[in-house]
């Protein structure tokens, strides 16, 4: 499986980004795709996750103002981030798992992305 994310970029407080991570490669039918962020200094965290069935979930650091969808023809999962603060500044991850549990610790996944990088300025 390949991940490949795109869209990332510099923004204004209060403004908006797309993320992008197209897939390759799958053999099942069942998977669990979450977004992950990194900013310097600071853990690994997951900020939102879908699964095959379309079941998402958000950190509660994000919700209300990230969501994450799937477009199945294109095998891509969106990650749309509104209301951006300075502390969302960080590279954003996607990840991937064969099965459709999904779980927040980063090990659980198999697959990742090389990353891309968001900036938030004041």
């Known amino acids: 499986v390949q991940l490949v994310e795109s869209g990332g970029g510099s923004a204004q407080t209060g403004g908006s980004l797309r993320l992008s991570c197209a897939a390759s490669?799958?053999?099942?039918?069942?998977?669990?795709l979450v977004w992950f962020r990194q900013a310097p200094g600071k853990e690994r965290e997951g900020v939102a996750l879908?699964?095959?069935?379309?079941?998402?979930t958000y950190a509660d650091s994000v919700q209300g103002r990230f969501t994450i969808s799937k477009d199945s023809a294109k095998n891509t999962v969106y990650l749309q981030m509104n209301s951006l603060k300075p502390e969302d500044t960080a590279m954003y991850y996607c990840?991937?798992?064969?099965?459709?549990?999904?779980?927040?610790?980063?090990?659980?996944?198999?697959?990742w992305g090389q990353g891309t990088q968001v900036t938030v300025s004041s």
């Open positions: 490669g799958y053999t099942s039918s069942s998977y669990c």
């Open positions: 990840a991937s798992r064969s099965r459709d549990l999904c779980r927040w610790e980063s090990w659980w996944y198999d697959y």
């Open positions: 879908i699964n095959s069935d379309s079941s998402t």
